[in-house]
Nanobody, 126 residues
Framework: QVQLVESGGGSVQAGGSLRVSCAVS????????MGWFRQAPGKEREKVAT???????RYVDSVKGRFTISNDNAKNTLSLQMNSLKPEDTGMYYC????????????????????WGKGIQVTVSS
């Protein structure tokens, strides 16, 4: 059974940093696409970052240079390091994974990601 469980998150002031992690089990995720999505209050969920099976990463423009997605295959953990946080980064953050193939990831739509965590809250105050 595939399980994705987010941890970390919390509250921070603008300009601060947070790290969210996703423990993955029941799934050889390193061979597929993994991503972080977020949903702000009253807004649609958006894709924030993805990493493919070869370790290539892509980001939505609003977080480029501030966020870093990474895989720790030894620990079966996907992480998102968030620096220089802004109030507009506030929302529920979800990790998600696809099935095969695992090369082209960022253009893929949500329905291509069948595996999801329950989400974790990130709040950035001004």
């Amino acid at each position: 059974q595939v399980q994705l469980v987010e941890s970390g998150g919390g509250s921070v002031q603008a300009g601060g940093s947070l790290r969210v992690s996703c423990a993955v089990s029941g799934y050889t995720y390193s061979t597929y696409c993994m991503g972080w999505f977020r949903q702000a209050p009253g807004k649609e969920r958006e894709k924030v970052a993805t990493v493919n099976s070869m370790g290539a990463t892509r980001y939505v423009d609003s977080v480029k240079g501030r966020f870093t997605i990474s895989n720790d295959n030894a620990k079966n953990t996907l992480s998102l390091q968030m620096n220089s946080l802004k109030p507009e980064d506030t929302g529920m953050y979800y990790c998600a994974g696809t099935g095969p193939p695992g090369v082209v990831c960022f253009p893929r739509v949500e329905r291509d990601f069948p595996y999801w965590g329950k989400g974790i809250q990130v709040t950035v105050s001004s």
